[in-house]
């Protein structure tokens, strides 16, 4: 009788741990960036893919007509000189509506512009960032994770970029930012 009690008491059943998703290439917090290869005003080479794993980094879509764009410069370029040594890469991507180069360079040169400009020339980075309006910032972790997304600088930005280049780089596996 003792044996049959027992065994009608629950037992704790032994939970598998399933692997989390790895995130999916996207545009929204938790989803991993796109990957993109564009050229600088100086016809140097940045590729997205090669910074993962390395460095944080911001990317800004802007054009030299909006005004909240070079609103947003003086701030961009204090946080590179602060954090640049620490694994920060800031890469402005100049969006291709009625911009020339000429325009561009005579932009970066009056605002002191210390990171590198991209040029977006056919369009097509703004198209799968699905830009809709200026400026459009994506923070991505080392991970490759956007961490942030929006038209405007994250509230208290240097804090956050002070976490993000705190951490190792290791792919994020729940597809969710830290802390969500």
């Not at 997205?48 to 609103?71: E, I, N, S, Y």
């Not at 970066?108 to 990171?115: E, F, L, S």
Request: net charge positive; aromatic share 8%; glycine share 8%.
């Amino acid at each position: 009788m003792a044996a049959a009690v027992l065994l009608a008491l629950p037992v704790p059943a032994r939970a598998q741990k399933l692997p989390a998703p790895q995130p999916v290439p996207g545009v929204r917090v938790g989803d991993l960036a796109h990957d993109f290869t564009l050229k600088d005003l100086s016809d140097r080479t940045f590729s997205l893919r090669d910074l993962r794993g390395r460095k944080v980094v911001h990317v800004v879509f802007w054009a030299t007509w909006c005004v909240p764009c070079l609103q947003e410069i003086p701030m961009l370029r204090t946080m590179y000189d602060k954090f640049r040594d620490r694994g920060l890469e800031v890469l402005g991507v100049v969006v291709n509506l009625n911009q020339t180069v000429p325009i561009v360079r005579a932009v970066a040169r009056d605002y002191k512009v210390n990171y590198p400009i991209l040029f977006d020339d056919d369009g097509r980075m703004m198209e799968r960032y699905r830009v809709s309006s200026l400026p459009q910032n994506f923070l991505i972790g080392k991970d490759g994770t956007i961490r942030f997304a929006g038209n405007g600088l994250p509230r208290n930005y240097e804090a956050l970029l002070e976490r993000l280049l705190q951490e190792d780089g290791a792919p994020e596996t729940s597809g969710r930012p830290p802390g969500k």
